[in-house]
């Protein structure tokens, strides 16, 4: 019996980012065809910005021996990272041949 994703596999989400180009090359390496792919950046840009209002509540808390101002310059990074479109997510989704 034959399942119904069976012909297909979707990646999302993978650690070790790589151009999307690559992921691609990596699919049609395995003998997979991209038929579909989608941005999804605004997850991302949303994750920064939950760590941010995290961290701030973390912050008003006053927890001692924890700098978590040390973590803003590596937020502001990843929030420049995705407004840039250095990083982002995207979804992947490749049939058999």
Not at 61 to 86: C, N, Q, T
């Amino acid at each position: 019996m034959k399942l119904p994703f069976e012909d297909h596999l979707i990646l999302a989400c993978l650690a070790g980012a790589r151009p999307e180009g690559d992921y691609q090359a990596l699919l049609a390496g395995a003998g997979l065809r991209v038929v579909r792919t989608e941005a999804h950046d605004e997850a991302l840009a949303r994750m920064v910005d939950q760590i941010d209002a995290r961290l701030r509540a973390l912050g008003a808390i006053g927890l001692p021996g924890v700098d978590l101002a040390a973590a803003e310059p590596h937020l502001a990074a990843a929030a420049r990272a995705v407004e840039s479109g250095i990083a982002g997510y995207r979804l992947l989704a490749a049939v058999k041949g």
